[in-house]
């Protein structure tokens, strides 16, 4: 199994920075994208950015140019830096990540989310 762990959510003060960070761990053979989730309550989840396993990033268009993603594929782990944050980024940040277990299989797995609060 694969377990994620999302760490570096708060609460900030709007103009402020966060930096989150996710680390993945378990039966794993590699990791494909990885990504950045966000829900608030009564709305769908929804993509903030992604990674590919060579770099190639993808964004909301309502965080490019305030928000940055990264990967350390040594460690398992995806980075979310946060800048010039808004009172509208207040969500449930999630993790997610495309695995290739061990065994050939792929999955997709997401942690258990990290509340990020902006406070106008």
């Known amino acids: 199994q694969v377990r994620l762990v999302e760490s570096g959510g708060g609460l900030v003060q709007a103009g402020g920075s966060l930096r989150l960070s996710c680390v993945a761990s378990?039966?794993?053979?590699?990791?494909?994208?990885m990504g950045w989730y966000r829900q608030t309550p009564g709305k769908q989840r929804e993509l903030v950015a992604t990674?590919?396993?060579?770099?190639?990033?993808n964004y909301a268009d309502s965080v490019k140019g305030r928000f940055t993603i990264s990967r350390d594929n040594a460690k398992n782990t995806v980075y979310l830096q946060m800048n010039s944050l808004k009172s509208e980024d207040t969500a449930v940040y999630y993790c997610?990540?495309?695995?290739?277990?061990?065994?050939?299989?792929?999955?997709?797995?997401w942690g258990q989310g990290t509340q990020v609060t902006v406070s106008s």
């Open positions: 378990g039966s794993i053979f590699s990791i494909n994208a």
């Open positions: 990674i590919t396993s060579s770099g190639s990033t």
């Open positions: 997610n990540a495309g695995v290739r277990l061990i065994t050939g299989w792929d999955h997709d797995y």
